[in-house]
């Protein structure tokens, strides 16, 4: 296939541009996807024109969402829900622990999953792993349905899009009242959350409807070069008592080890005070302008 320029809008009057050599295009039932190659960054996923993951900085998001929670936690890590996650490279991480027993994943498209498996197999777990359920459907709903099951999970991980298009439901109160129901005791739910630069009230945002449904809330951040600066992730536990800004292990990756871990927790001056200034009015940030 031909190559040509293929543009990203990061921010208002920010683009990335990326010479792509395109793999596979379709247009699923809930969104626009595309499977593309570059010089730099290697073969990467795109959905509605927003570039999710490629292949040369993957692991630095992938390591960070995962091993924070996990290597946070004292006690082993038995069970794990992820909610989104279409490219497997989460679910690759959580794989690396002997001691899980079950991991559920659920995706709402079916299509991307198909496709990252075909064409990016070098980030994708392994679905066939005895220990994984996949279910294709609304990550929403069976949180709903999982915690009138009774059901707890040590790590909650919401590997989800933006808050556009159909992940927006994600962002929705009931939803986190239902994902706290399902955290165990001492678990640890972790949700992808911006950049703050670029999306400066949606990682607030995301801090504050975890403070309503859980006692321990921090933020952590890693930068991603593909996405335009240092993403935000907001962690939570139902317990203060859950140190997970510490780590309990010696895990080492690519990207993340016990120094990563614990400096990831320090945090600009500029993101506390956007924490400390943010006014909840119950809205969901879709589209905001950029911090500068």
Known sequence: MTRYWWSERIGPGFTHGYEIEPLFEQRTPFQRLLIFDNPQWGKGLALDGIVQTTVGDEFIYHEMMVHVPVQGRKEPTRSALIIGGADGGVLRELLKYDSLERVVQVELDEAVLVACRKYIPEICGNWKDPRVELVIGDGAKYVKEARERGEKFDVIILD???PIG????LFEKPFHEDLAACLSDTGVAVRQSGL???MPKVMPFIQKRFQDVFDKVE???????TYGGEIAFVAGSKSKGVA???PSGNFEGRYYNRAIHISSFCLPTWWKKLMAEYEDDG???IETPSYW
């Open 160 to 162: 989800s899009t933006d």
């Open 166 to 169: 159909p992940a927006i439901v």
């Open 196 to 198: 703050p630069v670029t």
């Open 219 to 225: 933020v952590y951040m890693a930068p991603m070069p």
């Open 244 to 246: 997970f800004e510490e």
């Open 283 to 285: 809205t969901i940030p």
